[in-house]
């Protein structure tokens, strides 16, 4: 069993478009970044993107998750950046993944779907539920990093 400290927490955000590089190139960075501090961190996630807005799931520490989403707040990939929740929990759901990520494409449509997300990601429809659901889901299943 993990420390009793364990805790998850889902946010959402929006793309800042308009960037220099693109999409994909501004993903692969995020999650190299991410990467490198959450290994420090002992922070592990998940991060799903559509082009437009992401969802992330993040596990570890209450005190690494705080100064994880600070960063994340200031970070100018981001805007509109809503926590969504934060909950103490007993095992993580992505102990491999220092920090996996998702960029959507229509081949994962029907797990998107399952979880009533039809086209692009609704910010206003999103809780923390669907939120780690969905990225359980694209995590076990044949989605890759990119």
Not at 14 to 30: F, K, M, N, P, Q
Not at 47 to 56: K, R, T
Not at 63 to 84: G, K, P, S
Not at 107 to 132: C, M, N, W
Request: hydrophobic share 40%; net charge neutral.
């Amino acid at each position: 069993m993990e420390s009793p400290s364990l805790h998850r927490l889902a946010y959402v955000s929006t793309y800042r478009s308009g960037r220099v590089d693109g999409e994909l190139t501004a993903l692969r960075a995020i999650l190299s970044v991410s990467r490198k501090n959450n290994e420090a961190a002992d922070v592990t996630g998940y991060l799903i993107f559509d082009g437009e807005s992401f969802i992330q799931v993040l596990e570890g520490p209450h005190d690494a998750l705080q100064a994880t989403m600070d960063r994340i707040a200031r970070d100018e990939r981001h805007r509109d950046v809503a926590v969504l929740a934060t909950q103490p929990i007993e095992t993580r759901s992505f102990r491999e993944w220092k920090m996996g990520g998702y960029r959507r494409t229509p081949a994962q449509d029907p797990i998107f779907a399952a979880h009533g997300i039809l086209g692009k990601i609704d910010r206003s429809r999103i809780d923390y539920e669907t939120a780690v659901s969905l990225a359980q889901a694209l995590s076990l299943g044949d989605a890759r990093s990119p």
